[in-house]
């Protein structure tokens, strides 16, 4: 009897197995440089890069005052050609970049993947400076301690 019920219960996972569908994971990398943005989908999964867009594939030339308009339109673009790959999955949005862009991004991914519906969404943030930060201070001239005959 006991081995009975073991055998029935053996063929429900089976069954439950065949049916369930694995999940997908996805990790949506967004890299802000000075003069280019970069935009990676990467298939956890297999470990295998699934799509890649940058400001130069979109021929946009990029520099630091363009720097959010053109993030604007690739980010737009990618995430339109991402819509197939996330559906119903786990993302986690990878971001590099100046702390100003930050919430511009999220705000636009976030909505983007809202409307795709996937599953789960998750946020890796790397906070660093970008750009080499600040200049530093100009340095003085220095005076001239030679030799003083006339004073």
Do not use: W
């Not at 053996?10 to 990398?29: A, C, G, Q, S």
């Not at 295998?48 to 979109?58: A, D, F, H, I, P």
């Not at 959010?68 to 737009?76: D, G, M, P, Q």
């Amino acid at each position: 009897m006991i081995f009975y019920t073991f055998l029935i219960i053996l063929e429900t996972f089976k069954t439950i197995k065949k049916d369930v569908i694995p999940f997908k994971n996805f990790r949506l990398v967004v890299k802000l440089t000075s003069n280019n943005v970069f935009c990676t989908l990467i298939d956890l999964n297999s470990k295998k890069t699934v799509l890649q867009l940058s400001s130069g594939k979109c021929n946009i030339s990029c520099s630091k005052k363009l720097l959010r308009y053109s993030t604007k339109i690739v980010l737009e673009s990618f995430l339109q050609r991402c819509e197939p790959f996330l559906a119903e999955s786990t993302v986690t949005l990878k971001f590099s970049g100046p702390i100003r862009m930050r919430r511009f991004i999220l705000n636009s991914s976030f909505y983007h993947l809202r409307i795709f519906k996937v599953a789960q969404i998750l946020f890796d943030i790397k906070a660093n400076k970008c750009f080499n930060g600040c200049r530093p201070p100009k340095q003085r001239r220095k005076k001239n301690k030679g030799l003083r005959l006339f004073k």
